[in-house]
């Protein structure tokens, strides 16, 4: 079993900057692909980053160069960097976890996620 727990939501301007954490424990290799998704009101959870055991990372495009995902292994952490936020990206924000079966698998899906934490809310106002 897997527990993971959000936290460093909050409100701020646009233009502006929060980190996320998501502090993780059980089963180490089913959290060897970790995730971050928001769901906004009305729309579907959408697959912000993900990074997998070796480091490797992958961004969606909307995100892509403001947003920075990173994880401690000695503290059992990933974390949600996200610089010059904008109004759309106001939503939940869940940290996810899968096992990662190798190159390419640690996908931005929700459907590939088998453990999820309950989500923090950022809200950014312009």
Known sequence: QVQLVESGGGSVQSGGSLRLSCASSGDTYSRSCMGWFRQAPGNEREGVATIDRDGATNYAGSVKGRFTISQDNAKN??????????????????????????????????????????????????
Not at 94 to 121: D, E, P, V
């Open 77 to 126: 952490t990933v974390y949600l960097q996200m610089n010059s936020l904008k109004p759309e990206d106001t939503a939940m924000y869940y940290c996810a976890a899968s096992r990662f079966n190798g190159h390419g698998t640690c996908i931005r899906r929700a459907y590939n996620m088998n453990y999820w934490g309950n989500g923090t809310l950022v809200t950014i106002s312009s």
